[in-house]
């Protein structure tokens, strides 16, 4: 029993095997697939609905809808992004490493699922209860992601520093100062059209989750944390997750055409970022 105990652990934290990669190959087709009909509809309805109607010379972004098709195929890609991860289960990274990643997408698909309910639901949008319920667990994606990203955070402890490449202070603080400014320029024009929906408290705190969670997922490449690859795929996808956020905010907020022209690149950035994060877990071959 121990022997074959000892067996089965040694088939995980391998190399993903070609059938193995074939199939995640598969599934990663089917969400291009869906994300370009996704993309075509959306673009399609916005120039149908709002440009098709005579005398009218600008749109007129609360008009806009968004069809049952584009809703559910958005939440089927979170949950394609979810199988990807369970599917590479014994060619993780590690086993620390796969739980986060696999407990990230746990709260990333609710969060989705919630949010296009929001977008087909005409009595719901950002300033009820029901969207602070879903930025609460999409806080949570990010926290798992931040400790997932973070390795230990090696560049913060005294005790593991000694062993990292020696950084002056432009080399450790340009990257967060980027992150966390650009955020915050954002969030500052923003602000007077957070607050009448009541995103003036959970506003910010989002605003620090993703920018903490960009900022050492960027770390991760620089300090090479993970492999090469992984640690790419990862900080990229984080970083378009945090460009879906300030996208997301401003169609939140609606302030007429900005809002009207932002909600067509949400999912854009958004699903193409998870797709990386969830691709970011394999354990590939040299």
């Known amino acids: 029993m121990t022997e074959n105990m000892v067996e089965n652990l040694g088939k995980f934290d391998q190399p993903i095997r070609e059938k193995r990669l074939n199939w995640v190959l598969f599934v990663v ?10 993309f075509a509809v959306d673009w399609t309805v916005m120039l149908f609905e709002q ?9 007129k972004p609360l008009d806009l809808k968004q069809t049952a098709f584009t809703g559910i195929g958005k939440a089927v ?7 990807i991860v369970i599917m590479v289960l014994d060619s ?4 620390k490493d796969w739980l986060l990643l696999f407990f990230a997408f746990l709260f990333i698909v609710p969060t989705d699922i919630i ?4 977008d087909l639901n005409p009595n719901l949008d950002a300033s009820t209860p029901f969207f602070m319920v879903g930025g609460v667990t999409s806080i949570l994606a990010h926290l798992v992601l931040f400790f997932r990203h973070g390795r230990g955070f090696p560049y913060w ?3 593991k520093r000694a062993d990292l490449p020696k950084k002056n202070w432009f080399q450790m603080l340009w990257l967060p100062a980027v ?29 620090a989750f993703f920018c903490m969670n ?12 993970y492999p090469k690859r992984n640690a790419i795929f990862a900080a990229i996808g984080v970083t378009l997750w945090y460009l879906t956020e300030v996208v997301g905010e401003i169609w939140n907020v609606q302030i007429g055409l900005p809002s009207f022209i932002a909600f067509q690149f949400i999912w854009m950035v958004y699903g193409p970022g998870i797709l990386l994060i969830a691709l970011s877990g394999i354990k590939f071959k040299k």
């Open 51 to 59: 440009f098709n109607r005579p005398g009218m010379v600008f749109p």
């Open 92 to 95: 993780r990274i590690d086993k």
């Open 115 to 118: 949010m296009r309910i929001i």
């Open 157 to 159: 402890r005294k005790s």
């Open 179 to 207: 992150i966390f400014g650009s955020a915050g320029l954002a969030m500052g024009f923003l602000w007077q059209y957070m607050v009448p929906i009541n995103h003036q408290i959970i506003g910010p705190a989002y605003t």
């Open 29 to 38: 087709c089917i969400s291009i697939l869906l994300f370009g009909a996704i």
């Open 214 to 225: 960009t900022w050492v997922a960027w770390e991760s490449v620089r300090y090479k944390l």
């Open 77 to 83: 890609n979170s949950v394609l992004c979810l199988v």
